[in-house]
């Protein structure tokens, strides 16, 4: 089985500027995450998304990030402009839609996109 | 809003020895799952084990082992046998039963000596 699949796994911009990460989940897992980890921090949700619809995106700065699913498969998360605090590996997950099972939480990361911003 | 707490921000044990790290959490509701994560050096996290909050026995995967007190909030995870391939930053999490999405601490950086 794939894992999910992060793209760019690098990324040094300067403040201002924009950036896109990719990210394609493993196949059949109807929820994807975005986090952000901030160095010697653990990962913060960003957003969740169930299929194509968002479930939860109250932590994302929505002034500066923005996160999209088309066809409830792969997802793209841009930032734009950057801000030297956004300087973070950014995770993504996925994990299986069965309601009430602890698969259902269980998280499968990719191996993650690293920006720092200058 | 759930909130998870590592105390120990690192550690270190002998090969073969073993080792707990510790963990505490603050919710009010009754239902949940609680997750350890091992994330090596420059690679993927990934899951160590899981427990669920109805389940009064702790969960056990070979060496890896939990210590579960719900009425306490405390998750504690024993490595038995440590190796060096245990070496590694493990980050405590939380996830309500009907959410997905989990909270993670900040994590404890094990290290485990030759």
């Known amino acids: 089985e794939a894992g999910v699949a992060q793209s760019p796994r690098y990324k040094i911009i300067e403040k201002r500027q924009s950036v896109a990460f990719w990210c394609n989940p493993i196949s059949g897992h109807a929820t994807l995450y975005w986090y952000q980890q901030i160095l010697g921090q653990g990962p913060k949700l960003l957003i969740q998304?169930?299929?194509?619809?968002?479930?939860?995106d109250s932590q994302l700065p929505k002034d500066r990030f923005s996160a999209e699913r088309l066809k409830g498969v792969d997802s793209t998360l841009k930032i734009q402009p950057a801000k030297l605090e956004d300087s973070a590996v950014y995770l993504c997950?996925?994990?299986?839609?069965?309601?009430?099972?602890?698969?259902?939480?269980?998280?499968?990361f990719g191996a993650g996109s690293r920006l720092t911003v200058l | 809003a759930q909130t998870v707490t590592q105390s120990q921000p690192e550690m270190s044990v002998q090969e073969a020895e073993t080792v707990t790290l510790s963990c505490t959490y603050d919710t009010s509701e009754s239902n949940y799952y609680l997750f350890w994560y091992k994330q090596p050096p420059s690679r993927q996290m990934i899951l160590v084990i899981r427990?669920?909050?109805?389940?009064?026995q702790n969960a056990t995967e070979n060496r890896f082992s939990v210590n579960f007190q719900k009425a306490a909030k405390s998750f504690s995870l024993k490595i038995s046998d440590s190796q060096l391939g245990d070496t590694a930053m493990y980050f405590c999490a939380f996830s309500l039963t009907n959410a997905g999405k989990s909270t993670f601490g900040d994590g404890t950086t094990l290290t485990v000596k030759p």
């Open positions: 427990q669920e909050a109805y389940k009064q």
């Open positions: 998304f169930q299929n194509n619809g968002v479930v939860d």
């Open positions: 997950a996925s994990s299986p839609w069965d309601r009430g099972s602890a698969g259902a939480n269980v998280l499968t």
